[in-house]
């Protein structure tokens, strides 16, 4: 098997070092990629959006039907986690376990529905596994998360003028909630962002993707037209299509925050939601 | 010779994708345990995203964000020339951007099957799966 797999893979690379003699060289201005539609895209992006970024027009405006439905893929695929792993009937210990801070004792409470300890400050829930009490890490995630997301938000608002967008900023939030999770445990995160709002997050960035789509299309526009928004934002059609690839970058990064926490939780607790790593 | 190593030199992005993806399928293939198959899935698609990237590149040109174009938009803008040569291809960057996205959400159900596969069968190595399977 491994010899088999070693000639498949020279087999296969000798193939495309064969075939990169007719490529273009390295940071060639003359390719044929660079010549075709892209300086259109670049050439015509402020005349035609108002976005200065190409790379964000080129990827709410002029390929937005390809966007959309990448972020219906991240949506699907955060759908597939759901139902693989997700179990809802708990099984197994009734035992929870309490760390008394000050003195660093584990106590095990057996009927934990009789005998919550939850009014008493210096008792903290832990995972089974035995994790020790680090309070550098956890002041340091929880003086960071806010900073954090508070860049991701700048990520997803510039991503007209900077290198940013809807993909970065969400992917930025998402970690910050993963960040809170691994850092402190998962139901400090779940707290924050429960199981029905992220799991009814996920569709709503996925929904203003496509609703603004449709919106266009009942404007009497084609799908994905924001010029068609105009009378309804108050503003020439320009800016129009520059405030809808911003309606549009939100709802991209509203889904894929939504998709990265998900994903996170249903593999970190096995499906469980109770304990994460 | 010389001009083996010219062409070896102009094209250096390609042969550094390329082993990557060598790297990539031979663990896809060869290797036991499926969690590795995954790895070897994600160096296969850095690979493919490394490529689109090197595509991209221009000579002498920057990033593809428009220069000084805050203060004229809307109607000012025919008087406003931009010179595609100096900016680098954004296309590949755009697809590369929802690939990497697209790519994690991937890795994201290859766990969860991996996660399902080991609580059915209690390990995550190819051979013994398959055993376990004829058994049955």
């Given at each position: 098997m491994k010899l088999v797999g070693v000639a498949v893979a020279l087999l296969s690379g000798a193939f495309l070092l064969y075939a990169t003699v007719d490529f273009p060289p390295?940071?060639?201005?003359?390719s044929p990629a660079s010549l075709h539609v892209s300086p259109r895209y670049i050439e015509k992006t402020i005349e035609e959006?108002?976005?200065?970024?190409v790379v964000t027009s080129v990827l709410a405006d002029y390929r937005g039907y390809d966007t959309m439905f990448e972020t219906t893929v991240i949506f699907v695929a955060g759908l597939v986690c759901f139902v693989l792993l997700r179990i809802f009937r708990t099984v197994g210990s009734e035992q929870i376990l309490y760390r008394?801070?000050?003195?660093g004792i584990t106590v095990r409470i057996r009927d934990h529905r009789r005998f919550p300890?939850?009014?008493?400050?210096e008792f903290e829930r832990i995972d089974s596994v035995w994790t020790p009490y680090d309070p550098i890490i956890k002041t340091m995630c929880r003086l960071m998360i806010p900073f954090l997301q508070l860049f991701a938000l700048y990520v997803i608002a510039h991503g007209h003028h900077s290198p940013g967008g809807g993909f970065q900023g969400g992917v930025i939030l998402g970690a910050s909630f993963i960040l809170l999770a691994v850092s402190h445990d998962l139901r400090s995160s779940l707290a924050r962002m429960g199981e029905k709002i992220h799991t009814l997050f996920c569709p709503v960035g996925v929904l203003a993707y496509a609703g603004t789509g449709a919106l266009c299309l009942l404007l009497?526009?084609?799908?994905?037209?924001?010029?068609?928004l105009a009378p309804l934002l108050g503003v020439d059609s320009i800016m129009a299509r520059s405030h809808g690839i911003f309606i549009v970058e939100v709802g991209v990064g509203i889904a894929v925050m939504a998709t990265m926490i998900w994903i996170y939780n249903n593999l970190s607790s096995e499906g469980r939601y109770d304990e994460g790593l | 010779m010389s001009d083996f190593f010219s062409l070896l030199l102009s094209k250096y992005n390609y042969w550094i994708y390329i082993t990557l993806m060598m790297i990539g399928l031979y663990a896809m293939i060869a290797k036991n345990n499926l969690v590795k198959k995954i790895v070897g899935m994600n160096i296969f698609q850095t690979a493919i995203i490394l490529f689109y990237i090197s595509i991209g590149a221009k000579k002498g040109a920057t990033i593809p964000i428009i220069e000084h174009a805050h203060e004229r938009?809307?109607?000012?803008?025919?008087s406003f020339l931009v010179q595609a040569a100096n900016y680098i291809n954004p296309l590949p960057h755009v697809l590369m951007l929802t690939a990497i996205v697209v790519s994690v959400a991937t890795l994201g159900v290859a766990l969860a099957l991996a996660i399902r596969i080991y609580n059915r069968y209690?390990?995550?190595?190819e051979d013994e799966i398959l055993s376990q399977i004829r058994k049955e």
């Open positions: 390295w940071a060639d201005p003359a959006t108002a976005v200065p970024n008394h801070i000050p003195t300890p939850r009014e008493l400050k009497g526009d084609n799908f994905l037209d924001y010029k068609a | 938009h809307g109607s000012e803008a025919g209690k390990t995550l190595e």
